[in-house]
């Protein structure tokens, strides 16, 4: 355990914070779906995820069909049970209050959870539960982030830590 976690008192949840990956324009904004760019994002971020042996108890996703896309690809990728997969309405262009309610919300025995959802209510979440100094997550990115609480009704503005940012390794389709 690093010494930052015993300072904190080793009572800790993780938080994978994902943008959903890339989604084809020209549809009604919640329905759109990823396109081949997002695909790729999220193939490879499942493997820098895998390779840093991320594990997570739970995947929230939000209703918009790229985030829930995103999810279930990463749900495949990890080899994780279909019930995985929580769909959260309200998550779908949330702002930060709103997911914080969400994650308050959370039974305590879920300790890595991943949150997918769009932006810019993942990077505005970051950025207050952490302090960071990023200012946006990009499509298909990942924030690791350690939250020193036992409980996730305790979740609030500078609870965590960010420890591990990843993007895909994907170039951009012209």
Excluded: C
């Amino acid at each position: 355990m690093p010494l930052w976690a015993t300072i904190w008192g080793g009572n800790m949840k993780k938080l994978y914070i994902v943008r959903n990956a890339h989604a084809a324009i020209g549809a009604i904004d919640r329905e759109r779906e990823l396109d081949e760019q997002g695909i790729k994002e999220v193939e490879s971020m499942g493997i820098q995820m895998v390779g840093a042996g991320m594990r997570p108890n739970a995947i929230l996703t939000s209703g918009a069909r790229r985030s829930i896309e995103t999810a279930k690809h990463i749900r495949e990728i990890f080899g994780l049970l279909v019930n995985v997969i929580d769909i959260r309405e309200e998550l779908y262009n949330a702002n930060i209050a709103t997911i914080l309610e969400v994650l308050q919300s959370l039974p305590d025995e879920k300790n890595s959870v991943m949150l997918i959802a769009n932006n810019q209510g993942v990077s505005d979440l970051l950025s207050s539960i952490t302090n960071s100094e990023h200012k946006e997550i990009p499509n298909g990115g990942l924030v690791v982030v350690e939250l020193r609480l036992r409980h996730w009704r305790n979740i609030q503005s500078h609870t965590g830590r960010e420890v591990l940012v990843l993007k895909p390794e994907v170039k951009a389709e012209v």
